[in-house]
């Protein structure tokens, strides 16, 4: 029986970890051939993924330069992938979430009429700037795509809304929840002796992310003289910060909170450490997306620090709050959790919306039992 070619498509750190666990999943299924390509929009903090995980990809675009525009991206993924989908022709290509690699290497896939199953599909906020270039990398890429893997019924209803058809969306729950679960232990050791010095026991450790477009400027102004505001009002509180490597975002942090007591500004952390201070962690305070997902199956609160989200579930379910980007609105939400035992508990206790950790499964099993993967898979592999 010929092999089902499918070949998954990313470039970033945040989808190579949500995209790990399905790609394990093909390598470890005999009915498919998987050859996986790399943009490497990012670059050492995708590479250090691709290690933890053991995931050898067959090609790497290599695309990352230094002050890469949006546009330099789109252009360099089509480019660099065209070739590979003439030589390789698979059934069907996999892309995740909402980064431009997806977006760009969607739209080559329609250009040599290739099905594509995106991964993470039918998140909005119905705002085409927030989060910019997001929102429309995921609406132009459901648009192209043949088999809409949504996380959850929410996600699944939107799409139904723009008029996919149901058969085509399949209910998978998010695959970040399969990767978390990979990676963290009760027992974790950091290697690094700022981290470990921090006793976790007495200390209540607020982590903190801050790194979007969006927020460049004046809003991360007011979130970090907000951490200033939570560092004095609570003796007990540290604050560890991993400083996004956008020299823009370190312009900003390090005037402002570099020598702030009690406040570290630390590297990017590689994926296992950090999904391990997550764990360790009270609360977190973050601009992330991915983050939204994962905090709540560690019992974590999180605050966003954004206007909009497009992971209302979690909003809903009471383990998110949106707080926006005001000084003010951060310091009274923060030390509301801070001070308020109950408060504190409704969030940690609520019910993780983003499902049991089998969603790389249910992908899998999604494009064998779909009538029109199968067509595709037997119309393209070669």
Known sequence: MRKIKIMPVFGTRPEAIKMAPVVKKLEDNSQFEVKTLVTGQHRYMLDQVLDLFGIVPSYDLDIM???????????????????????????????????????????????????????????????????????????????????????????????LKEGVNRKDIIITGNTVIDALLQVVEQDYRFEGQLLDDIDFGSKRVVLVTCHRRENLGQPMENIFNAIIDIIADNRDVEVVFPVHKNPKVRDIACPILKDIDRVHLIEPMDYQPFANLMNKCYMILTDSGGIQEEAPSLGKPVLVLRDTTERPEAVEAGTVRVVGTDRDAIFKQAHLLLNDKDEYDRMANSVNPYGDGKAADRIVEGILNSTRGQFFCALYSR
């Open 65 to 159: 330069k230094e002050g890469q525009s949006l546009a330099d991206i789109t252009a360099r993924v089509i480019g660099g992938l065209e070739g590979v989908l003439e030589r390789e022709r698979p059934g069907m290509v996999l892309v995740h979430g909402d980064t431009t690699t997806t977006f760009a290497a969607s739209l080559c896939c329609f250009y040599h009429r290739i099905p594509v199953g995106h991964v993470e599909a039918g998140l909005r906020t119905d705002d085409k700037y927030s989060p910019y270039p997001e929102e429309m990398n995921r609406r132009l890429t459901g648009a192209i795509a043949d088999l809409h893997f949504a996380p959850t019924k929410k996600a699944g209803d939107n799409l």
